[in-house]
T-cell receptor
Framework: GAGVSQSPSNKVTEKGKDVELRCDPISGHTALYWYRQSLGQGLEFLIYFQGNSAPDKSGLPSDRFSAERTGGSVSTLTIQRTQQEDSAVYLC??????????????FGSGTQLSVL | GDSVTQMEGPVTLSEEAFLTINCTYTATGYPSLFWYVQYPGEGLQLLLKATKADDKGSNKGFEATYRKETTSFHLEKGSVQVSDSAVYFCALSNSGGSNYKLTFGKGTLLTVNP
């Protein structure tokens, strides 16, 4: 595919359940980012992967949140024991190298998570 | 830490009106500055960027000038169209360290009426 692909596009879950969100970045992009978009809160950085370097997890809001990136490509964001405040749109983005501060990020369409 | 503050919306304009969306930032070092746009039902996409002081980014009739003295990157367009209705995000990427994550403002919803 030409762009960043995220699945599912919508996820409704019950409080306390675990969820997994998937991101397929653009082929060849070594940098991958997860952001969370909450109503009225803008985009909140969650985690950043760049090549084989240790990920920057500084934005993860609690230890219920974790992410993996397998083989330098696909990434999965896992939220354990979901809470209602986790409801948001989770956005994934990728960039070519992540090694310069003027790089363009390419965003997916996001996963709308609703925790009931 | 780094932060971006942009004017709160929503902003409602008539077609052909002049648009300004204010954005100021706080950052150490020499950040790059961006405007991203999110059209209804679509993902975020880069609108324009500027990488150093006094640079002007421009695209689709939109402009923004990197003003280091006022730490600002205001977005302007001389004549808006209905198709410009979207949410606009100001963002910065800092050159310090090895992490180039974007820090975003909260977004400004623009509605242009015919």
């Amino acid at each position: 595919g030409a762009g960043v692909s995220q699945s599912p596009s919508n996820k409704v879950t019950e409080k306390g359940k675990d969820v997994e969100l998937r991101c397929d970045p653009i082929s060849g992009h070594t940098a991958l980012y997860w952001y969370r978009q909450s109503l009225g809160q803008g985009l909140e950085f969650l985690i950043y992967f760049q090549g084989n370097s240790a990920p920057d997890k500084s934005g993860l809001p609690s230890d219920r949140f974790s992410a993996e990136r397998t083989g330098g490509s696909v990434s999965t964001l896992t939220i354990q024991r979901t809470q209602q405040e986790d409801s948001a749109v989770y956005l994934c983005a990728s960039s070519y190298s992540g090694g310069r501060n003027n790089e363009k990020l390419f965003f997916g369409s996001g996963t709308q998570l609703s925790v009931l | 830490g780094d932060s971006v503050t942009q004017m709160e919306g929503p902003v409602t304009l008539s077609e052909e009106a002049f648009l300004t969306i204010n954005c100021t930032y706080t950052a150490t070092g020499y950040p790059s500055l961006f405007w991203y746009v999110q059209y209804p039902g679509e993902g975020l996409q880069l609108l324009l960027k500027a990488t150093k002081a006094d640079d002007k980014g421009s695209n689709k009739g939109f402009e923004a000038t990197y003003r280091k003295e006022t730490t600002s990157f205001h977005l302007e367009k001389g004549s808006v169209q209905v198709s410009d209705s979207a949410v606009y995000f100001c963002a910065l990427s800092n050159s310090g360290g090895s992490n180039y994550k974007l820090t975003f403002g909260k977004g400004t919803l623009l509605t242009v009426n015919p």
